[in-house]
């Protein structure tokens, strides 16, 4: 079946230091990839997406690329702000699927001063 | 515009007793999914509705049920509850069915079952 694999957290940064987090997935086929955000106290919001290999999905000075050679969808940020502080959420979804997403487990980010 | 609202937002039942929970999804969008989040499991799949009609379910079992009205609003009910059905329940909704994965998600519910 299909399945997303994220590196586990936390995961604590100095402001304006360069964030990475790892996202690997299992699927047949060609899923689409998304990034969501977590923030304390509400919903999930979409971050970014790609729907195709080599697609790179970018928002809010991040981003990541569709890697279907090593099935892989890190996210980065060149930059981050105390502000990123949340949990992130790599998903794909299947064609076909209805809204049916898989997510990773979540990782979370602390940024500090 | 309006997000997608879901009431309540805390709940506490004790086992055995049954839970409705209640989803407006942004106007003019006819998808609404649900999803269990808990620390041990993440984020399930619990079932999509589109135009009152399930369109997907995932792999709970059949004390946890979902349906849609014809205003698009959904609810979706537990019964029986157990001590591991505490969780937060996530309620998202999109235009269509399917197609993007572009799902809007509200606050969520979080029930506690003692």
């Known amino acids: 079946g299909n399945s997303v694999t994220q590196m586990e957290g936390p995961v604590t940064l100095s402001e304006e230091a360069f964030l990475t987090i790892n996202c690997t997935y299992t699927?047949?086929?060609?899923?689409?990839l998304f990034w969501y955000v977590q923030y304390p106290g509400e919903g999930l919001q979409l971050l970014l997406k790609a729907t195709k290999a080599d697609d790179k999905g970018s928002n809010k000075g991040f981003e990541a690329t569709y890697r279907k050679e090593t099935t892989s969808f890190h996210l980065e940020k060149g930059s981050v702000q105390v502000s990123d502080s949340a949990v992130y959420f790599c998903?794909?979804?299947?064609?076909?699927?209805?809204?049916?997403?898989?997510f990773g487990t979540g990782t979370r980010l602390q940024v500090t001063l | 515009k309006a997000g997608v609202t879901q009431t309540p937002r805390y709940l506490i039942k004790t086992r055995g007793q049954q839970v409705t929970l209640s989803c407006s999804p942004i106007s003019g969008h006819r998808s609404v999914s649900w999803y269990q989040q808990t620390p041990g499991q993440g984020l399930q799949f619990l079932f999509e509705?589109?135009?009152?009609?399930?369109?997907n379910k995932g792999n709970f079992p059949g004390r946890f049920s979902g349906r849609q009205f014809s205003n698009s609003r959904s609810e979706m009910n537990v019964s029986t509850l157990e001590l591991g059905d505490s969780a937060l329940y996530l309620c998202a909704s999109s235009l269509s069915s399917g197609s993007s994965g572009e799902l809007f998600f509200g606050e969520g519910s979080r029930l506690t079952v003692l």
């Open positions: 998903a794909l979804i299947k064609t076909g699927t209805a809204s049916k997403l898989t």
């Open positions: 509705y589109f135009s009152e009609t399930q369109r």
């Open positions: 699927a047949t086929g060609y899923p689409s």
